[in-house]
């Protein structure tokens, strides 16, 4: 007897095509579970953030089906400026609980409590906007625990940020994980996040290329479908160059 599907997410067949024309994403079929660590790649244009603005309920498919249980997603979009509301982290966690209706005598105690999980607390009165990327980011995913959501999407949670900010992001979607919530990471940066991934997704034009573990997503031909393989070797400097080192300039000459 097959045992009942356990699936937290349900993407059946989706298709998205814009009033202009294009296809963004075609016939995609995914089924996510509970707890799940899941780190989709892809390049620009792969269709990634319209994956995640349907999962989200933010857009709905042309064509297809996504049961996800309702209020259950929270978004960290990589503009992590575009999500502060508030001047101050404090007053940016408080102002989304007072829209969810939260009682206002509960609304001090939920803040503190996510500011410290999330290692903004002593920042809490620090100007929001001043903040670093990761510190941000981190803001971002505290509104979301606040909110009690089970699901947390990042949309290329690295860019635009420093070592010190990545690692920051990095820790932080450790504890989730740690933590039992079901975090999906839409990155073309897989040698920042890959090892914590119970399920690898190569998107590219709009279609899914693999679908299965890290270590076998690490076999295929990642190039050939606009992802730098991540276990790329650095060895000397001359591999510090990422372009076609036969027409480069001296680069063929070891320092």
Not at 22 to 32: F, G, H, N, T
Not at 203 to 220: C, M, P, T, V, Y
Request: net charge neutral; aromatic share 6%; glycine share 10%.
């Amino acid at each position: 007897m097959e045992s009942p599907d356990k699936s937290l997410i349900t993407i059946e067949n989706i298709s998205r095509t814009f009033p202009n024309g294009k296809k963004a994403l075609d016939k995609i079929s995914i089924q996510i579970q509970q707890g799940e660590f899941v780190v989709i790649a892809g390049p620009n244009g792969s269709g990634k953030s319209v994956l995640m603005s349907l999962i989200a309920g933010l857009d709905e498919p042309t064509t297809g089906r996504i049961t996800v249980p309702q209020n259950s997603v929270g978004l960290v979009f990589q503009n992590a400026d575009s999500q502060i509301l508030g001047e101050t982290p404090e007053e940016d966690i408080a102002f989304g609980l007072r829209n969810k209706g939260i009682r206002k005598q509960q609304i001090p105690e939920i803040t503190k409590q996510v500011l410290l999980k999330t290692g903004l607390y002593e920042k809490r009165h620090f100007p929001a906007r001043e903040m670093s990327g990761g510190e941000k980011r981190r803001l971002a995913v505290a509104g979301i625990l606040a909110l009690d959501r089970s699901i947390i999407i990042f949309d290329e949670p690295f860019a635009n940020l420093d070592y010190p900010g990545i690692r920051q992001v990095c820790n932080i979607v450790l504890e989730l994980k740690k933590e039992g919530k079901t975090v999906i990471i839409l990155t073309h940066e897989l040698e920042k996040i890959l090892a914590l991934a119970d399920r690898f997704i190569i998107l590219a034009q709009g279609e899914i290329k693999f679908n299965g573990s890290a270590q076998e997503g690490l076999k295929q031909n990642l190039e050939a479908f606009g992802i730098r393989h991540p276990l790329a070797c650095y060895s000397k400097v001359t591999d510090l160059f990422w372009g076609n080192t036969e027409n480069s300039t001296g680069a063929q000459n070891e320092i």
